[in-house]
C-alpha cells in the first residue's frame, strides 16, 4: 500500500490565527475521516493540500506529489468537494459536471459519457436537466459528489458532505461515499464535525484541533471495548415504588464490585473478571427484576475529545451525532 497523503510539520498561519501548527500524518488507501470542530483546520488543510493555498512552513505530498511544486498535476488526479453551496442556480447538473469534466481535461464525449455515469451513480435521475437553483439540500450535495467523482481521481477530499443533510440524508450520503470506495477503488479522505458518523464510515480516523493532531489511528481502534459492562435493568413486575437501579446498584456494590449509575436504570460495572457476568445476572434475577440489556462498553469517538478537554481544561465544541 502506498501512502496517499503525507505531511510533515505543516503550519498555516494566518495573521489573526494559525490554522495549522505543526500537523504531521500519514494516510493509506481506504475511508479516512478528518474529525475536528469547526475552526479546527480542516478546509485549511484541504486547500493545501490541493496546492491551492500555500503553507507557512512544513511539507507535504499527496499521491506523491508535492504540494509546494506540484499542485496542478495533484488536482489531476484528486477529486474535491467543498463545503459551501458552489452550485449556479440556472445551470443543469448535467450542464454542470459536463463542465466540470471539460475543466478537467476530458474530451467532449468522454464528458458527457462520465457525466451520465457519475450523475447515475450518485442517484440523480430525470431531475438531472432541471436548474439546480430549484434542488434540495441532498441533491446539492450529491451534484457536487459527481463533479469531484467526474474525471476518475484517484483520491477524493470531501468537504462537510453531510452538511446541512437530515438524518435518512446523512446516511445515504455515508452509504455513497463508502461505495466510492468499494466500488470504484478511490480513496476518500472526509472531514466532518459530528463524530458518530464517521464510525461506520471510516476505516481510520485523523482528528484535529486547533490545528493539531490529537490523535490518528484506525476506528476499530477508537472504539475497542472496555472494562466497563453495562446493565439496564427492568422496573419491579409489581413493586412499583421500587428503584430498581439502585436496588441493585447497592448489591452489586455489596457484592464487592464498583458501580455507577449512568441514568436512571442503567448502571456502569466495572469487569473484574469473566464473573462479573454472572454476580450481575444472580443479582438482578434474585431481585425479580429483568435484564435489558448486560454488555460489555465500546469506547465511543467522542471521548477522545472529553480526555483531551480534561488534560487541556477545556471543552472544543464538536458535537456527537445522533447515532
Ligand atoms: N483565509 C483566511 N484568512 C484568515 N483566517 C482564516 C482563513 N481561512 C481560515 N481561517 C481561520 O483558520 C482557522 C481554521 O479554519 P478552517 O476553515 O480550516 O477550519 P475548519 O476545521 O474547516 O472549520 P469549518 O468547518 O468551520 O470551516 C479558523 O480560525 C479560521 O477562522
Do not use: W
Request: net charge negative.
Amino acid at each position: 500500500m502506498s501512502t496517499v497523503i503525507k505531511t510533515d510539520g505543516l503550519t498555516k498561519k494566518f495573521p489573526r490565527v494559525t490554522a495549522l501548527d505543526g500537523l504531521t500524518i500519514e494516510v493509506q488507501p481506504g475511508v479516512v475521516g478528518l474529525v475536528g470542530s469547526n475552526g479546527a483546520g480542516k478546509s485549511t488543510l484541504i486547500k493545501i493540500l490541493l496546492g491551492l493555498a500555500p503553507a507557512t512552513s512544513g511539507t507535504g505530498h499527496v499521491l506523491g506529489l508535492d504540494i509546494a511544486t506540484e499542485g496542478s498535476a495533484i488536482r489531476e488526479r484528486v477529486g474535491y468537494m467543498p463545503e459551501h453551496d458552489c452550485l449556479p442556480p440556472d445551470v443543469s447538473a448535467t450542464e454542470f459536471v459536463v463542465h466540470m469534466a471539460r475543466m478537467a481535461g476530458l474530451p467532449a464525449a468522454a464528458a458527457r459519457e462520465r457525466t451520465a455515469d457519475t450523475l447515475r451513480h450518485v442517484g440523480l435521475y430525470e431531475e438531472r436537466y432541471r436548474p439546480m437553483g430549484g434542488y434540495s439540500t441532498g441533491m446539492k450535495q450529491r451534484v457536487k459528489l459527481a463533479q469531484a467523482l467526474v474525471h476518475d481521481p484517484q483520491l477524493v477530499l470531501l468537504d462537510e458532505p453531510t452538511n446541512g443533510l437530515d438524518p435518512v440524508g446523512r446516511d445515504d450520503m455515508l452509504d455513497l461515499i463508502r461505495r466510492v470506495h468499494t466500488d470504484f477503488g478511490i480513496s476518500v479522505l472526509v472531514t466532518t464535525h459530528l463524530l458518530g458518523e464517521l464510525e461506520r464510515t471510516c476505516d481510520h480516523l485523523v482528528v484535529i484541533d486547533g490545528g493539531k493532531l490529537l490523535r490518528s489511528s484506525s476506528t476499530a481502534s477508537f472504539t475497542e471495548a472496555t472494562h466497563t459492562l453495562a446493565v439496564e435493568v427492568t422496573d419491579h413486575p409489581e413493586d412499583h415504588t421500587l428503584d430498581s437501579g439502585e436496588a441493585v446498584r447497592e448489591r452489586l456494590a455489596a457484592a464487592g464490585l464498583t458501580v455507577r449509575p449512568d441514568g436512571s436504570r442503567v448502571l456502569l460495572v466495572e469487569l473484574e473478571g469473566e464473573d462479573t457476568y454472572d454476580t450481575v445476572r444472580d443479582t438482578v434475577a434474585a431481585l425479580g427484576l429483568g435484564l435489558v440489556r448486560l454488555e460489555q462498553r465500546r469506547h465511543r469517538v467522542a471521548e477522545i475529545f472529553t480526555d483531551h478537554a480534561h488534560q487541556a481544561g477545556g471543552a472544543p465544541d464538536v458535537h456527537a451525532s445522533a447515532h
